[in-house]
């Protein structure tokens, strides 16, 4: 069955500290990976992609994840987080599209709390 | 361009009552999905509208319906609400033209409280 799964429920890091969020995957099909974030209270946001290429793909406010294909895994980096990092990520898994919509998969989400 | 835009963003029924929730994607966006977000259960998909029809639905009752105009605007419609319906409604919308599903454009969200 396809899953997402993130193993970190809630994750605290100090401001300046490096980050990083954990997401494996089953899936059968050639995977397109994706992590959201989403802020109290508002919708989620797409902060980066993988869809083929360098496995190391950068995305917005300094994050950026790499691609294991052997381990399944898209794991979600930041070298120093700041205070405005704190909120819930989420890694997503989707397809490419053949006859009929695959819908995205989410993972549980991990929520980030970051001490002054 | 502007963004996916949701309608009403808080609101508070009673048991029993039913709800509207109004979303219009990113012009240009065909295909508008829904989601809702509880603390206990996490994302879990609704249901998928492209181009009027819905193409995949989650695991959801009857009670929960939704449609899709030919503008691409959607509404989603929970009828006989019960407690457990208290949640945030996300509509996303996305390009399908571009192939792959997953890049999503998220809305504020719909705050549904059930009293």
């Known amino acids: 069955a396809q899953s997402v799964t993130q193993p970190d429920i809630h994750i605290t890091v100090s401001e300046g500290a490096s980050l990083e969020l954990r997401c494996n995957y089953s899936y059968g099909a050639t995977p397109y990976l994706f992590w959201y974030v989403q802020s109290p209270g508002q919708g989620l946001q797409l902060l980066l992609k993988y869809f083929s290429g360098d496995t190391l793909v950068q995305g917005i406010k300094g994050f950026e994840a790499e691609f294991k294909r052997s381990q399944s895994s898209f794991n979600l980096r930041k070298p120093s987080v700041h205070w405005s990092d704190a909120a819930e990520y989420f890694c997503a898994v989707g397809a490419l599209m053949k006859t009929s919509y695959d819908k995205v998969i989410f993972g549980p989400g991990t929520s980030l709390s970051v001490i002054p | 361009k502007a963004g996916v835009t949701q309608t009403p963003r808080y609101l508070i029924k009673t048991r029993g009552q039913q709800v509207t929730l109004s979303c219009s994607p990113i012009s240009g966006h065909r295909s508008v999905s829904w989601y809702q977000q509880t603390p206990g259960q996490g994302l879990q998909f609704l249901f998928e509208?492209?181009?009027?029809?819905?193409?995949n639905k989650g695991n959801f009752p009857g009670r929960f319906s939704g449609r899709q105009f030919s503008n691409s605007r959607s509404e989603m419609n929970v009828s006989t609400l019960e407690l457990g319906d208290s949640a945030l409604y996300l509509c996303?919308?996305?390009?399908?033209?571009?192939?792959?599903?997953?890049?999503?454009?998220f809305g504020e969200g719909s705050r549904l409280t059930v009293l």
């Open positions: 509208y492209f181009s009027e029809t819905q193409r």
């Open positions: 996303a919308s996305s390009d399908p033209g571009q192939g792959i599903s997953g890049e999503l454009f």
